[in-house]
C-alpha cells in the first residue's frame, strides 16, 4: 500500500508517514473489534465509564506534547495547543454523568403478571472518521459514549492528524481499555469506503466535508448502517440594534479567526444593524489587525497557517473572486508579512459583499469573514437562511424573547444568544440541511451508539 504522508503546514516537510492498512488486515480488524466487544458490553457500566476516564487522564496528562505535535501537523499556535484537552475532559465528564440514567431500561411495567420495558443496546462496532480540524474533541464526541454504552471503536483519523488516533489509542490502552475493544486504523478511502458496504459496523460517526459525507452516505447505501454525518457550514452572526456592541465585535472576530477560521461552527458571516454596522466594522478591522500571523510554534502567534496550502488556496480563490465582483478587502495583506501565498494566509475581512458571492455561501473554512448593513430582523432572518448549511447562529441582542422567536425561525442545529463558536455537552450537536444529520453529546448522544430493544416478559 501506498503510504499515507501528513505535510506539516509549518514548513512543508514530511512530519509523519503511516502505511495504510491492507484490506484484509482491515476487515481482521473489525472482526477483532467485533469479537472484544461482547466481553466489553458484559463488564458493569461503572468499570467502562472509570476506563474511559482514565483513559482521558492519561490523555491529559500528555497535553505538552500534544500541543506541540498539533502546532506541527495542522499549524494551530502552540499557546493554543493544550485547548482541546478542557473540552476533552468536561464532555467525557458530562457524558459520564448522565449515562447510568440515560442507558437504564425506562420500565413501563413491574407486576405479578409481567415486566415490559424499553432498554438502550449497544450497536455493536461504532466507527469514527475523524477530521483533522479539533482533532481530539470531534473524537472523543463518539468515543466517550460509544464505549461508555458498551460499543467497541474502531478509529480513521484524518491524514493532517495522523498521530492524534496514536496518541488516543496509546492513552486508552495505558489506562486499560482492550487494544481490540479501542483500535486506530489508518485506512485509505477506499478500504474505509469498502468496510462501511460490507456492513461492518454497527454506527459511523462521520465528522467533515460534504462530500465526504456524501461518499460515506453512498458506502452505506443498501446496508442500512446508521450513520452520524456531522459536516460543513457557513455560520451567521447577526447582531441587533441593542447589542452589546464591544462583545458581539470580541466573540464575533474570535468566532470568525480562531483556529485559522478552521471551526465548524466558526463565524463565516456577519449582518449588522445600520445603527452600528460602521462602529462594528471600524471594531472588527482593528481587532482583526492585532492578530500576529507566523509560526505555531512561537508561543507569539495568534493565528497559525493553514493546515494545508491546498485549503488555504480555496480562501484566497474566494477572496480574489468576490473583490473581482466588487467586495471590499478592509485588511491589507502587507500588515502580515508571514503570508507566504502559500499556508501562511493573512485574515482578511470583506464589506460590500452579497449572496451572490463565493464567499458569503460556500463553507471557507479559513480566517476570512464578510459583514453586510441590515435593516431589520426579517432581513438578517432571510439572509442568515439563505444558505445550503444549517450548524449554529449567532444573535446579539438585550432582548431574550425576540431572541428565541427568531432562532425558532433560523435553520440551524444550535442558538445562540450572546455567544458564539461554543459546544455545550448537554445539549445536542446537530445540524441540518447540507450540514448533515444526527447528534452527538447530550442524553441524545446516547441514543446515536445504542438502539432501543423491548422486553416483554409475562410471568406464569
Ligand atoms: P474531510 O476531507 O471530509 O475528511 C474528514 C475525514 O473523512 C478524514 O478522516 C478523511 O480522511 C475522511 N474522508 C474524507 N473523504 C472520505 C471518503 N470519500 N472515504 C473515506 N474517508 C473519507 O474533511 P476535513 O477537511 O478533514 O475537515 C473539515 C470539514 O469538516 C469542514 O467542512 C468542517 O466544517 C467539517 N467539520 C464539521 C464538524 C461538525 O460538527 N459539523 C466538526 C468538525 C469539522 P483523509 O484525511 O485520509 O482524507
Redesign the pocket.
Known sequence: MKP?QLISPVDGSVYAERTPLSRDAAFAAADRARAAQKDWAARPLADRIALVKAGVARLTAMKETIATELAHQMGRPIRYGQGEMGGVNARTDYMAEIAAETLAPHVIEDSDKFRRYLARAPLGVVFI??????PYL?TINTLAPALIAGNSVIL?????TLLVGERLAQAFHEAGVPADVFQNVVLD?AT??ALIAARAFGFVN???????GQ??ERAAAGTFTPLGL????KDPGYVRADANLDAAVDTLMDGAMFNSGQC?CGIERIYVHESLYDAFVEKSVAWVKALRLGSPLDPETTLGPMANKRFAKVVRDQIAEAVAQGAKPLIDPALFPADDGGAYLAPQVLVNVDHSMRVMME?S?GPVVGIMKVKDDAEALRLMNDSPYG?TASIWTQDYETAEKLGQQVETGTVFMNRADYLDPALC?T?CKD??RGGSLSYLGFHSVTRPKSYHLKKV
Open positions: 499515507i472518521v475523524a477530521p483533522w480540524n479539533y470531534t480513521k483519523h484524518a491524514s493532517q478511502h474505509t469506503e462521520f465528522t467533515g466535508s460534504v462530500g465526504g461518499a460515506i456531522e459536516l460543513g457550514g465548524c463553507e473554512f450548524l450537536w445540524g450540514t448533515g
